[in-house]
């Protein structure tokens, strides 16, 4: 299988902004983001894109606000400068079964290894009051066939406190036990601490928001 490689750069030195809100303490660190978090140096098209289940999460809106997870890469372009993805990702509001859809741009600065940046029309907001979505850098710890891991960190301006964020994704909605296991395995050797981890939910999630396909025409030839 013919491997499409994103970026091939040398790892580059993090900047991370400093503007940020978290709910009542949560994921609250002392100290500043790490700058020896290993992530990758490029990723794979066939690997990245195509529709992904998140199954644990270290984020900064409540963990028990949403369910069913679920993202989807559509590769779009590759340039010089950058490679393009549009981004849909879906999930449920647990207050009132609310379905929620966002729909964006994601780029991989070809000079940044795997990292990118995400954009969201209109602008994602998960409660997370004046924290920056559009200038957050986020990095890809490991990508492969199986699983995605996720990674950013986000300093806090007014304290001496950070916070780690994470999301692991599967292809699959149902979650399968060596699979947590090996991705738990990874994320212990980074160093992250996956106590701090949620679990998403993905009972009653429906068809995840996708469109159902047009039933097909049934051809009668007469004789």
Partial sequence: MLKHLIANSPLLVLIF???SYLVAGQGRKPGSCRTDIQYLQSVDIEDFEGIWYM?????????????C??????YLYVSPDETGYRAEAFRIRNRGETPIVSVG???F?????AQFRITYWPRANPGTGEIDWNNLRYKVL????????IYACQNFESSSEHAELVWVYTRSENQLGWLEDMYMFILRE??????????????????????PRPAGTLLVIGI
Avoid at 69 to 74: G, K, V
Avoid at 142 to 149: C, D, K, M, V
Avoid at 191 to 206: A, E, P, T
């Fill in 17 to 19: 902004l400093t503007s």
């Fill in 55 to 67: 199954h644990h999460g270290m984020t900064l809106d409540n963990p028990r606000a949403f369910r």
């Fill in 69 to 74: 997870r679920r993202m989807n890469f559509t």
């Fill in 105 to 107: 741009s994601l780029k």
């Fill in 109 to 113: 600065p070809s000079n940044c290894g």
């Fill in 142 to 149: 490991t990508s492969n066939s199986a699983f995605l891991i």
């Fill in 190 to 211: 980074r160093g992250i601490d996956v106590n701090q981890l949620y679990r998403i939910d993905h009972r009653q999630c429906g068809n995840y928001g996708i469109p």
